[in-house]
């Protein structure tokens, strides 16, 4: 089985903002392939489940925000023993121009809390992960920039951005990250 973990916040007024791309990306996945998410209180997210080929998508959006995303990402690969060649991880990034992507085999939280997070529980950097831009940051802190809702022409760049997204994370899970780089980034 292998987990795509789409990191955002719950509640309706975070649907929209910059920081739920990996929520977005989650839901790109079950609105095509008509799955809905079901609550898992126990591991801390909403699930479901894709058959891609050969392969079991295990697709999660976690509950407990952003800044503690990692507790919910352990419970899962424990439950399910998921390995961490089996996982990736699908955020935003500042640092990246909006319409853009970047795969990464592993490295530092880059001062996005949700993989802070998960580094805290996983123990380690080395985890696959796709960082899908939201930049270039305008003049305003962070944690408020992160936290607007995307304009109309924003959201239409990343519907193209999404699709490209889930054909990378396909690569990713059958040729490996060194070719979804190559190919994607």
């Known amino acids: 089985m292998k987990l795509i973990v789409g990191?955002?916040?719950?509640?309706?007024k975070y649907t929209f903002t910059r920081?739920?791309?990996?929520?977005?990306?989650?839901?790109?996945?079950?609105?095509?392939?008509n799955l809905s998410f079901r609550e898992?209180?126990?591991?801390k997210c909403f699930m479901t489940n894709l058959r891609n080929g050969h392969d079991d998508y295990?697709?999660?959006?976690?509950?407990?925000?952003?800044?503690?995303?990692g507790e919910s990402v352990r419970a899962v690969m424990d439950y399910y023993k998921i390995s961490i060649n089996d996982l990736i991880i699908v955020?935003?990034?500042?640092?990246?121009?909006?319409?853009?992507?970047?795969?990464?085999?592993?490295?530092s939280d880059g001062g996005h809390n949700g993989i802070k997070s998960i580094i805290q529980y996983l123990g380690t950097k080395d985890f696959a992960r796709l960082k899908i831009g939201i930049g270039p940051q305008l003049n305003?802190?962070?944690?408020?920039?992160?936290?607007?809702?995307f304009t109309k022409d924003e959201?239409?760049?990343?519907?193209?951005?999404?699709?490209?997204a889930k054909e990378g994370i396909d690569c990713y899970f059958n040729e490996g990250i060194a070719v979804a780089q190559n190919k994607f980034n």
Do not use: C
């Open 7 to 12: 990191l955002g916040n719950v509640g309706q």
């Open 19 to 33: 920081h739920n791309l990996g929520f977005m990306l989650a839901d790109s996945y079950a609105f095509n392939n």
């Open 40 to 43: 898992n209180s126990r591991l």
């Open 58 to 69: 295990l697709i999660i959006k976690p509950t407990t925000f952003m800044n503690l995303s």
């Open 91 to 107: 955020y935003d990034d500042l640092s990246i121009e909006l319409g853009k992507m970047r795969f990464r085999a592993n490295g």
């Open 140 to 149: 305003l802190p962070s944690e408020v920039f992160v936290l607007q809702n």
């Open 155 to 164: 959201l239409d760049i990343l519907k193209g951005v999404l699709t490209k």
